[in-house]
């Protein structure tokens, strides 16, 4: 069974402060997703990324890939409060399987 | 990009009926679609995988017989709750894989509420 943990699960922090959260697993995955969640909505896809090494930005959001591919983070500078939300890693496996960490729950006080 | 729509949002039923909520893709052909359970601040569980013209696989743990899932066509595919029980009441949340493979396109969510 692949394992994704995710790492802090929750993190409260005022507004214009970085933030970095971990995914992490003993598992090669093929792919690996972030998503963001908003209470009461499906989660909504950030990124993707599928080589090992593998750098993407979004605005504010950098997302990396880990060279073995089992593991991947996400930085977030300059928070506002619009990112808050439930941030959800997960690994693309056999059959286009996801499996999910547990989720990151964050909170931008203005 | 891929569209999926999930119907109903909300519902509310009485213990012991049974409640079907639908997932389509809108825009594209699906032959697998992924239903997931979510708790309060948790993250997704996967129930079951949804197989276009075949049965489901279901997680260890889940019951087929409680949670029946049909996929009829390639746009289409139900979770029943029968004979529901408060302890079913939860954020159901099916997802699909778009045509170009690896990305995952989600519902908008069920919230069931059993009473």
């Known amino acids: 069974t692949q394992l994704l943990e995710q790492s802090p699960q929750f993190l409260s922090i005022q507004e214009g402060e970085n933030l970095t959260v971990y995914c992490n697993s003993s598992?090669?995955?093929?792919?690996l997703q972030w998503y963001r969640q908003e209470p009461g909505e499906g989660p909504v896809l950030l990124v993707t990324?599928?080589?090992?090494?593998e750098v993407k930005k979004l605005k504010r959001l950098t997302f990396q890939f880990g060279d073995a591919r089992k593991d991947s983070s996400l930085h977030i500078t300059a928070a506002q409060p619009g990112d808050t939300g439930l941030y959800l890693c997960?690994?693309?496996?056999?059959?286009?399987?996801?499996?999910f960490g547990g989720g990151t729950r964050l909170m931008v006080k203005p | 990009g891929a569209v999926v729509s999930q119907h109903p949002s909300w519902v509310i039923c009485k213990s012991g009926t049974s409640v079907k909520i639908e997932c389509r893709s809108l825009?594209?052909?699906?032959?697998?679609m992924f239903w997931y359970r979510q708790f309060p601040k948790q993250s997704l569980m996967l129930m079951a995988t949804?197989?276009?013209?075949?049965?489901?696989?279901?997680e260890q743990g889940v019951e087929k017989d409680k949670f029946l899932i049909n996929h009829a066509s390639l746009t289409l595919s139900t979770l029943t709750v029968t004979s529901a029980h408060p302890e079913d009441s939860s954020f159901y949340i099916c997802?699909?894989?778009?045509?170009?493979?690896?990305?995952?396109?989600f519902g908008q969510g069920t919230r069931l509420t059993v009473v």
């Open positions: 997802s699909a894989n778009g045509e170009v493979g690896t990305e995952a396109f």
């Open positions: 598992s090669v995955f093929s792919s």
């Open positions: 990324v599928v080589t090992g090494g």
């Open positions: 997960a690994g693309g496996g056999a059959g286009n399987m996801l499996t």
């Open positions: 825009d594209f052909q699906a032959t697998t």
């Open positions: 949804s197989n276009e013209g075949s049965k489901a696989t279901y």
